[in-house]
């Protein structure tokens, strides 16, 4: 007897089958059937869609009827009650399992407009014919959607997803640092990228971009000031931000000034930091060297690195080919060699800057020493051609430098393994005796200015936390000729115990910290920073809330940049019909999801975003 039915009375032979009590049907598919009985008796299942009748006999079970619903043209719910057995295949081992799938139509198309999203496909790829038919075959249940409904879907996964990152915004404790850069697509209408760099819960270095939107020309100063404030208003992080990168304009200068003075009452020291950071990563060499972008040095790194490898066979050339008279003397492939040298030391630091999960602050403070030293070596040579190339990047730099090397040397101090010890160690490097004094001494002073400022924080904090509840103002209730509570005077004492206590030298995180032994660890092996300050927390409790704000700081606007083809603009004249709202939301849309997708949150892939007609 089939499982799907269950019998009322059983059948003793001496009724007929009209005579039974009618069976009560078990199996869901028989809300999309009706039992029926002919006159000979016969039992039938009448498909309420397509009123075809199918044997409906006990004994024939449910298959057939179930392989009818799932292909009946006139089944109009076909999506959603459909159970199959499937194969799943374990993550680790390998190993495959059998488990029930229940089709859903919903979920599928999310999952569409997530592929679209995450993989730049164009909206009308839904109603291209190939795909079409690769997805009838793949699940003949799931009914295609247009264009415009698929566009829609991505839309709604961007609202959600940025409700998503707003809890996740307010409930992080620490500040956020932000990077931003300008762009201009071939719709001739500039982009702002605004990206925001945070240390979460479980002190995971995050990035995410919270703004990808059509700035209006002109992009003035206080254009781009009130845009910036606007987003960080409705992000509500405008309390919480710790420092900006930007690219070496004089715009960007004033923007931040004027920003910092929006900010000005939230701001670390009083935004003494907000302001320390300009991109380095578009330094470009002088014209006379023969580059491939003017703007990407790195790009002409990789083009004499290629070229001194086929050296020979550019000699060669001018043995065989006698018209071929435009070959690199020897001296000029000795330049060349000198030059590619001076810019590997860019390019590999560039490499670690820009490195797919932001870096932390601590590991700028070596690289940047190395080419400060390099810039040095080569303006100083007497290569008068070198001279020439390093001087304008020189000058850059060494803006850069002093506008950076606080924080940064506030942030190699945090690495465990460095402390004061990186700073005893280069700077005599870099300065006279006496200027590399001062310049320690420098750090020291800022990096206990910044402490003390976390400290009163904090204070003040715990303070507020253990007092509230209790009211001082009552002298009834804490008076001498009163008799107060236990938990009364225990407040009473917490009060003076911070008072007096401000009033002497107290060794606090930042003295225990460094007193205490570097941690040794070979250069070859991998140390997470973050992991070290999660581990520690509880032993620095103030000094961790500081290391993580310091080591989220980024170093250049690589970030932003990543929402940008290296090789060229991203929104091309195929793709300029995207309204500049559809842009935002697939940018950031994507940049979301990546994030939540362990092996996609690292993708440098560029975005590359199809057409809405």
């Known amino acids: 007897m089939s499982e799907d039915i269950v019998d009322d009375d059983v059948n003793d032979g001496n009724h007929s089958p009209s005579s039974l009590r009618r069976r009560k049907l078990r199996s869901v598919i028989w809300n999309d059937f009706e039992k029926e009985e002919d006159s000979n008796g016969v039992l039938w299942a009448k498909c309420k869609h397509c009123k075809r009748n199918l044997t409906g006999s006990s004994t024939s079970g449910t298959t057939h009827l179930k392989r009818h619903l799932a292909h009946c043209p006139k089944n109009k719910n076909q999506d959603v009650r459909q159970k199959n057995l499937s194969w799943d295949q374990a993550k680790t081992d390998g190993s495959t399992c059998i488990s029930n799938f229940k089709f859903d139509q919903n979920q599928s198309r999310q999952d569409l407009a997530h592929m679209i999203m995450l993989h730049e496909y164009p909206f009308k790829m839904v109603e291209h014919p190939g795909f079409i038919k690769f997805a009838k075959n793949l699940q003949p249940l799931f009914k295609m959607v247009s264009r415009n409904t698929i566009k829609f879907d991505c839309l709604a996964i961007y609202k959600k997803e940025k409700e998503k990152l707003s809890t996740v915004f307010e409930t992080t404790p620490g500040r956020t640092s932000l990077t931003t850069d300008m762009w201009t697509s071939n719709q001739t209408l500039g982009y702002i990228c605004l990206t925001a760099h945070f240390v979460d819960h479980d002190w995971v270095l995050n990035k995410r971009i919270i703004n990808f939107a059509v700035e209006p020309s002109p992009h003035t100063a206080i254009n781009l000031c009130d845009t910036i404030y606007r987003q960080l208003l409705e992000w509500k992080i405008d309390g919480k ?45 002088e014209k006379k060297v023969c580059l491939d972008v003017p703007t990407r040095w790195n790009s002409t790194f990789l083009m004499l690195q290629v070229a001194l490898e086929y050296k020979d066979a550019f000699l060669q050339m001018t043995q065989r080919d006698l018209n071929y008279q435009v070959a690199p003397t020897k001296d000029e492939w000795e330049n060349a060699k000198i030059i590619c040298n001076f810019l590997k030391v860019f390019y590999d630091a560039t490499n670690i800057f820009s490195a797919t999960k932001s870096p932390t602050a601590n590991i700028f403070f070596p690289e940047l020493i190395s080419i400060r030293c390099a810039l040095h070596e080569a303006y100083v040579c007497d290569k008068l051609f070198m001279r020439s190339i390093v001087e304008r990047m020189k000058d850059k730099f060494d803006k850069y430098w002093g506008e950076c090397s606080l924080i940064l040397s506030i942030a190699v101090v945090l690495d465990p393994r460095y402390k004061l010890k990186l700073l005893e160690y280069y700077y005599p490097k870099i300065y006279y ?59 009473l004492f917490h009060q003076f115990a911070i008072e007096s206590s401000s009033m002497v030298e107290r060794k606090g995180d930042l003295d225990h910290y460094l007193d205490e032994a570097i941690i040794i660890v070979p250069p070859t092996d991998e140390f997470d920073v973050l992991s070290w300050w999660k581990s520690n927390a509880l032993n620095y409790p103030i000094l961790s809330i500081m290391a993580r704000d310091i080591l989220g700081i980024p170093i250049s606007t690589v970030a932003s940049e990543s929402a940008f083809s290296t090789g060229g603009r991203v929104l091309d004249q195929y793709r300029s019909s995207l309204l500049p709202e559809t842009v935002e939301a697939l940018i950031c849309g994507q940049d979301w999801l990546r994030a939540s997708i362990d092996g996609l949150a690292s993708s440098t892939n560029s975005i590359t975003i199809g057409d809405e007609d």
Do not use: W
């Open 241 to 285: 931000i710790s420092t900006m990168t930007v690219d070496n304009l004089t715009t960007n200068d004033s923007m931040c000034a004027r920003l910092k003075e929006k900010l000005h009452d939230t701001l670390p020291l009083e935004g003494k930091f907000f302001h320390e950071l300009a991109k380095v990563s578009k330094i470009s060499s």
């Open 433 to 491: 005796f006496e200027r590399s004094e001062m310049e320690i001494q420098k750090a020291k002073n800022a990096i206990r200015d910044l402490y003390r400022e976390y400290e009163r924080k904090q204070a003040s904090s715990t303070e507020r936390s253990s007092l509230s509840g209790f009211n001082f103002a009552n002298e009834e209730r804490v008076g001498l000729n009163t008799n107060p509570s236990r938990q009364d005077k225990m407040n």
